[in-house]
C-alpha cells in the first residue's frame, strides 16, 4: 500500500505543541447525521490510537451548527473559532445551513467560515475505488488537489463580503479571483504529493475561455511544475476532464485544479470510485487541518441508525496521517493505516451500509470496523 502523506507545509511553518502527552483534536459534531457519524469516528480513532501504541487523543468538543444556534445564537460562536485558533486540527462533522432560520441561511456556511478565518487553501480529496463497492471506474486512485480559497467561488475569495452581487435587481455579477500567489501554493501540494504517488500531475483548467483567470492557475502550475524533475505534467480542459473521468479515470494520479472545478470535479470522481460515501478529504493550511467528509449532512436519514460513517473514518485517517508529518508524531500515521486498512477490509468482507448496497446500520458497521481496527 502507498503511504500518502497529507501534510500541507512550507519552510517556515511550526505546529503548536499539544499541551497534553496525547495530541489536542477539535471535534464538531454539526447536524444532521453528524450526530451519529462523528462520535461514530471519536471510538474509531481513539481504539486506532491506542492499537498503535499512542498516548490517548485530548478531545476538544466545540459547539456548531444547529445545536449552536439553540444554546450561542448563531451556528459558529467566536468562541469555537477562539478555541479553534488554539488547535493545529479537528474534526467537522457535516452541516445543513439550508434548514437553519434566517440570517445564518444566507451567510457563509459554518464550515466556509471556518476555511476563510484560517485561510484552509489546500482541499485534498483522494478519490479510491474500495474493494467490495461497487464503481464506474473499479481501478480509479486518484486525488483531487483543490484551491480553496478563491477562484470562481464568490462566496470566499473577498477578504470582506461576497464576490456575487446584484448592481440592478435583474443583473447579476460574480467576481473570480486568481492569483499568483495562491496558485504556486497550490500547484506545490499537488507535485509534492504527486512526488509521493505515481509521479504525475494534471493541471485542469479552461484557459481556452477564461483565458487569464484559469490561464494563469494553469500557467504558474506548470512553472512550479518545472521545479519537480521526474514529475509528469499535462493539462485537461474541465469538460474534456469530466468526459475522461468517465471513460479512464484509472489514469490519473494528482489532479490539481481551481475551487469550483474542484469541488465539482471530486464529487464526480468520488461517485465513479463508488460512492460520495466512501469520499473523505482534509482542508489544511501549513499549520491547520481539518477532516470534514465530501457529503452533506443527510438530514432525510439522520437519527435513523442508516449513516455511512465511512467517508468521516477515512477523513480522520488522513487527519493523523497529516499530523504525523507535521507533528513528527509517527504513531499517529500507524493509526491512520490500521483505520484505512480496518474501512476496507470490513466493506471488502460484504459488510456495508444500505448507502452502498449493504445491510448493516451505522453502529453495526462502526464496531465491525472497531473490532478490525484493534487488531495486531
Same mark, same amino acid.
Given at each position: ?12 511553518? !511550526? !505546529? ?67 478555541? =479553534? ?74 477578504? =470582506? ?11 447579476? #455579477? ?137 467517508? #468521516? ?61 484493534? #487488531?495486531?
Amino acid at each position: 500500500m502507498v503511504r500518502n502523506h497529507y501534510a500541507v507545509t512550507d519552510s517556515t511553518a !511550526t !505546529t503548536a505543541p499539544s499541551t497534553s502527552s496525547g495530541h489536542r483534536i477539535g471535534l464538531l459534531v454539526g447536524d444532521g447525521i453528524g450526530h451519529e457519524i462523528v462520535p461514530a469516528t471519536r471510538r474509531v480513532v481513539d481504539a486506532a490510537v491506542a492499537a498503535a501504541g499512542g498516548p490517548a487523543i485530548d478531545w476538544v468538543p466545540l459547539p456548531l451548527g444547529a445545536d449552536a444556534i439553540a444554546t450561542h445564537g448563531t451556528p459558529i460562536p467566536q468562541s469555537t473559532l477562539d478555541a =479553534l485558533a488554539d488547535l493545529d486540527a479537528w474534526i467537522l462533522g457535516p452541516h445543513d445551513n439550508a434548514s437553519y432560520p434566517e440570517p445564518f441561511r444566507s451567510e457563509l456556511t459554518p464550515g466556509g467560515r471556518i476555511r476563510k478565518q484560517f485561510d484552509l487553501y489546500a482541499n485534498i480529496r483522494p478519490a479510491k475505488a474500495l474493494p467490495g463497492v461497487r464503481a464506474v471506474v473499479p481501478k480509479m486512485d486518484l486525488v483531487i488537489v483543490r484551491e480553496n480559497t478563491e477562484g470562481l467561488y464568490a462566496d470566499r475569495n473577498m477578504a =470582506l463580503g461576497s464576490g456575487e452581487f446584484m448592481p440592478t435587481p435583474d443583473v447579476a #455579477l460574480a467576481v473570480g479571483v486568481f492569483t499568483r500567489a495562491a496558485c504556486e501554493r497550490i500547484a506545490h501540494i499537488a507535485f509534492g504529493l504527486a512526488a509521493r504517488r505515481r509521479r504525475r500531475v494534471t493541471i485542469v483548467h479552461k484557459a481556452n475561455v477564461l483565458s487569464m483567470t484559469t490561464g494563469l492557475f494553469r500557467d504558474v502550475c506548470r512553472e512550479v511544475g518545472a521545479h519537480y524533475p521526474g514529475i509528469a505534467v499535462d493539462d485537461e480542459h474541465v469538460d474534456a476532464m469530466a468526459a475522461h473521468l468517465v471513460r479512464h479515470g484509472s489514469d490519473y494520479d494528482v489532479v490539481v485544479t481551481e475551487n469550483m472545478f474542484g469541488d465539482i470535479l471530486s464529487d464526480l470522481a468520488g461517485e465513479l470510485a463508488g460512492s460520495l460515501g466512501t469520499a473523505g478529504s482534509i482542508n489544511a493550511s501549513a499549520t491547520k487541518a481539518m477532516a470534514q467528509a465530501a457529503h452533506g449532512a443527510a438530514p432525510d436519514i439522520a437519527g435513523r441508525n442508516r449513516a455511512n460513517p465511512t467517508a #468521516l473514518f477515512l477523513s480522520a485517517a488522513m487527519l493523523l496521517d497529516r499530523i504525523a508529518v507535521t507533528a513528527d508524531r509517527p504513531y499517529l500515521q500507524r493509526a491512520a493505516h490500521r483505520i484505512e486498512h480496518a474501512v476496507e477490509a470490513t466493506i471488502a468482507s460484504g459488510v456495508a451500509t444500505a448507502d452502498l448496497g449493504g445491510q448493516a446500520s451505522t453502529a453495526e458497521f462502526t464496531e465491525i470496523v472497531l473490532a478490525r481496527t484493534r #487488531l495486531r
